[in-house]
C-alpha cells in the first residue's frame, strides 16, 4: 500500500488509522475503493472532490494535497469524522499515535470517550478548536476565495467575533451573551455541505446580534427589576421604621361595636382585636397611642366602641367607664344582684337571667360536688366568681353566667377541696365554700377573715356548749330576707325557721349566701386557732372586735350599743 503525507522524520500511517479509511487516501485524493479494517465496517464515505491545490505539510514540511471543501468541513466545522473522533490526537492531517497506543480505540471500531491533554508541542493544541471543537467559519462565503492559507501562514485575524461555544466560567463570554443558544446546536449535526457553507455567512451575524440584544435586554430587565425591587422594599423598611403608622381621623363613625378584651392581653393584643372589628386602622397606630397614655389601665371585659376611631379616640373610650359593657361581680357579692346587671347590660327584661340560671343551671359547668343539699336557694350562688365579665348586647345570658361558673370551677379546682373538708370536719368541698361565703359576708378586712373561720369551726364542735352549734350569723338571715340590715329585733329571729336562720337551725346554711373573694377562701382553709368564738362590729361597719368568752363577748355588745346610740 502507497504511504502519502511523509516528511522528513514522520512515521507511516497505519492501516487502522481512522483518517486513513475515512478519506480513502489510496494513490489519490478522493478514492473510494479503499475498505479501512475496522471490524469489518465500513466507514462514511464522502463523494470525490476535484483536486483544488497542494499545500505542503504543515507539520511536517512534505508536500500533501490540499482540499478545501474538506479543509474548511474536517477543521472549522463538527464533520462527520470529527464528531466520532473528536478529541483523538488528530489534528490538521496529522494521526496522535499515543493516542491510538493508550487504548483510545477498543480494537472493534467503537470510541471510548476518553478526554486527553493537549500536547505541549503542537502549536494549536491550546486552541478550543484543535480537538473537535467549533470555530466560526471564516471561510464559508464566496469572498473567502482563493482558499486561505494554512494556520501556519495565516496573519493574525481580527478579533470580530466570538466563537459560538461556551469555554467556561473561567475561560470567556457565556455563550449566552455570545449570542450562543438552541440554533447553535443545530449546527452541530452533520448536514449538508451546501447548508453547511452558508451558515457563516451574514445572516448568522444578523442572527447573533439580535441574540445578544435579546440578552441586554434581559440583563437590563433583571437589574431593573431588581433596582425596583430595592427600592420598593427600601421603602417600606422606612415606612415602618420611621413613617407614621395609618390611621383614622375622628371619633368614628355612626356604627358600633362590642369588643371583648381578655385578661392580660396587652396594647398588641387589644390592637389587634380592635383592627379586626373595623375600629382602629391599624394596631401599631394602636399601640403607639396605647403606650403614650395610660392605655395600661384599661381591664379585661367587654366595650362598645364606634368603627373607624383614630387610636386615640379608641383608648380614651376604653378608658370611660361608660363604653365599658361589662358586668363585674364583687366579693360577697349576692346572685340576685348579678342577674339584674346582666339584664341590664344585655338590654333583657327583668328577670330573664334569673330564670336561664334556674332552668339550665346544669348546663353551665358546675363542679359534681355542687347542689348537695336539696333546700339551696339559688343551685349558681357561690359560683359566680368575682371579676369582670363581657356582657354587650347581642350576648346570651347563659353565655355570660358560664363565664362566670367557669372561673369559679378554675378557682375552686387549685385546691383539693375534698381532702381540705375531712380535715376541717365538713362533710364535702360545697361547705368548704359556704363557710368562705360566710367568713367574706361578716369579715371587714383580712386579718378578720381568718379570725372568723375559726369562730365558724369552734361553734360548729360538739363540745360547744356557750351557742350550742348555733352560728347565729345575721348574714344568713340578711341572705334569705334578701336584706343588708345589722339591726334586726330578737323576735323576728326567733319566729323565722328558715335553713339559712342559722339563729334558730344549728350548723351550716344548705349553701353559699354569696360568692367567696381569694382572700375569704384562703382564710376558709387556713384558719387562725387561738379560741376565737364571738365577735361584735363595735362600730356597726369596718370595726369587728373578737373574744373567747360570753363575758368578753358582753363587753363588745355594750360597746357596739353605744356607738349605735341606744
Not at 499545500?55 to 508536500?63: A, T, V
Not at 472549522?76 to 496529522?94: K, V
Not at 386602622?281 to 399601640?287: G, M, Q, Y
Not at 353565655?399 to 365538713?426: I, N, Q, R, T
Amino acid at each position: 500500500m502507497t504511504e502519502y503525507g511523509r516528511g522528513p522524520g514522520s512515521e507511516p500511517w497505519h492501516p487502522e488509522d481512522p483518517l486513513y479509511g475515512d478519506v480513502g487516501w489510496e494513490g489519490q485524493q478522493g478514492h473510494t475503493g479503499h475498505q479501512p479494517a475496522y471490524g469489518g465496517q465500513p466507514q462514511h464515505q464522502y463523494p470525490q472532490q476535484p483536486q483544488q491545490q497542494e499545500y505542503g505539510d504543515w507539520n511536517n514540511g512534505g508536500p500533501q494535497p490540499y482540499d478545501q471543501q474538506q479543509y474548511d468541513q474536517q477543521q472549522y466545522e463538527p464533520s462527520y469524522d470529527q464528531q466520532q473522533y473528536a478529541g483523538q490526537g488528530q489534528q490538521y492531517g496529522q494521526p496522535n499515535q499515543q493516542a491510538y497506543n493508550e487504548g483510545g480505540w477498543d480494537g472493534t471500531g467503537t470510541h471510548a470517550h476518553i478526554p486527553y491533554a493537549a500536547d505541549p508541542g503542537d502549536p494549536y493544541g491550546q486552541q478550543a478548536a484543535a480537538y473537535g471543537a467549533e470555530q466560526p467559519d471564516f471561510y464559508g462565503t464566496p469572498d473567502a476565495y482563493p482558499p486561505p492559507e494554512p494556520p501556519a501562514r495565516r496573519r493574525a485575524e481580527p478579533e470580530a467575533e466570538q466563537p459560538d461555544w461556551d469555554p467556561g466560567p473561567d475561560q470567556g463570554e457565556h455563550a449566552f451573551f455570545a449570542g450562543g443558544g438552541a440554533d447553535d446546536e443545530d449546527d452541530d449535526e452533520p448536514e449538508g455541505r451546501g447548508d453547511r457553507r452558508g451558515r457563516g455567512g451574514k445572516g448568522a451575524k444578523k442572527e447573533k446580534k439580535s441574540r445578544n440584544g435579546c440578552a441586554c435586554l434581559v440583563v437590563l430587565l433583571v437589574f431593573g427589576g431588581g433596582l425596583g425591587g430595592i427600592t420598593y422594599f427600601g421603602y417600606q423598611f422606612y415606612q415602618n421604621r420611621y413613617g407614621a403608622a395609618p390611621d383614622y381621623a375622628g371619633a368614628g363613625n355612626s356604627q358600633t361595636v362590642s369588643i371583648e378584651i381578655p385578661k392580660g392581653a396587652g396594647g398588641v393584643e387589644i390592637g389587634r382585636r380592635l383592627k379586626d372589628a373595623g375600629v382602629v386602622k391599624s394596631v401599631d397606630a394602636f399601640v403607639s397611642a396605647f403606650t403614650s397614655s395610660d392605655g395600661d389601665k384599661i381591664q379585661a371585659g367587654a366595650y362598645i366602641l364606634k368603627k373607624e376611631m383614630s387610636a386615640e379616640n379608641a383608648v380614651e373610650m376604653m378608658l370611660d367607664p361608660k363604653s365599658q359593657a361589662n358586668v363585674v361581680v364583687t366579693p360577697g357579692q349576692r346572685n340576685i344582684s348579678v342577674y339584674k346587671a346582666i339584664d341590664t347590660k344585655l338590654g333583657l327584661t327583668a328577670g330573664t337571667t334569673r330564670g336561664v340560671a334556674e332552668k339550665d343551671f346544669k348546663t353551665l359547668g358546675l363542679p359534681d360536688w355542687a347542689n348537695a343539699d336539696g333546700d339551696i336557694k339559688d343551685p349558681l350562688e357561690g359560683f359566680l366568681f368575682p371579676g369582670t365579665y363581657p356582657a354587650a348586647k347581642g350576648m346570651k345570658p347563659a353565655s355570660v353566667l358560664k363565664e362566670m361558673v367557669g372561673a369559679a370551677d378554675a378557682a375552686y379546682g387549685k385546691f383539693d377541696l375534698d381532702a381540705k373538708a375531712k380535715a376541717l370536719k365538713l362533710e364535702d368541698p360545697l361547705q368548704v365554700i359556704t363557710v368562705a361565703s360566710m367568713v367574706q359576708a361578716e369579715g371587714k378586712t383580712h386579718d378578720d377573715f381568718r379570725k372568723m373561720a375559726e369562730v365558724i369551726y369552734n361553734r360548729l364542735k360538739p363540745t360547744n356548749t356557750q351557742t350550742n352549734q348555733l352560728l347565729q350569723f345575721d348574714s344568713t338571715f340578711n341572705y334569705l330576707k334578701n336584706e343588708s340590715n345589722i339591726h334586726i329585733s330578737e323576735s323576728e329571729i326567733n319566729k323565722n325557721q328558715d335553713p339559712y336562720n342559722t339563729y334558730t337551725q344549728k350548723g351550716l346554711p344548705p349553701g353559699p349566701i354569696g360568692s367567696p373573694g381569694s382572700e375569704a377562701l384562703a382564710a376558709a382553709l387556713n384558719p387562725t386557732s387561738e379560741g376565737w368564738l364571738y365577735f361584735v362590729a363595735t362600730d356597726g361597719e369596718n370595726n369587728t372586735e373578737f373574744a373567747k368568752t360570753y363575758a368578753e363577748f358582753e363587753k363588745l355588745k355594750d360597746k357596739f350599743n353605744e356607738s349605735a346610740g341606744n
